[in-house]
């Protein structure tokens, strides 16, 4: 069975917000895809459909904590990490010993000041592998707002890559 985690949104929001969230959800279901809404990154690995689960991927695209003041202020840059920080600690618990914590980010500045490597490593990930993201090799992924009254509307990707992480192990350098 493969496994899908979709959140925050709850279903009927999801279905309600994003047109094409209905199919794609029928097509995982159809796949045997585990389908679970209402997750949370801070606590996903105290969900108790999840608690005894290990994952070989997990990825989160585009994190974004909300717009509260702009986004090179150093509160808001703040508040992404620790979203960004509490997703590496919850994954981290989900992690198989062989699999990989992925993060698909902007690299531009302010985005870069959220420092996604540093933050990993508070929690024993190293860096495997920075690959430039490019929507062409994603046919049918449409980045989307995450909330707010622009939710359904697409930003600009930019310059932005995926950040693959790992566990340390005995065999990999510190």
Known sequence: ????????????LLFSKYLSAKSNVKELEDRD????????????????????????????????AGF???????????????????YFKSAHKMLANCGEIHVTHKTAYPFNEW????LAEEFGLHLVEE???SLCDYPGYLNRRGSGIKCSMEF???????????????????
């Open 1 to 12: 069975m493969c496994s899908s985690i979709i959140g925050p949104k709850s279903k009927k």
């Open 33 to 64: 895809c585990l389908v679970l809404h209402d997750v949370d990154v801070h606590t996903m690995s105290q969900n108790p459909l999840l608690i005894h689960k290990l994952f070989d991927r997990i990825v989160f695209n585009f994190p974004h």
């Open 131 to 133: 690959a430039e993201f």
């Open 156 to 174: 600009p990707v930019g310059k932005c890559s995926t950040f693959k992480f790992a566990k340390q192990s005995a065999n990999n350098d510190p």
């Open 115 to 118: 420092k996604i490597v540093e």
């Open 68 to 86: 509260f003041l702009r986004e090179h202020d150093k509160y808001q840059i703040e508040l992404h990490q620790n979203l960004v920080r509490n």
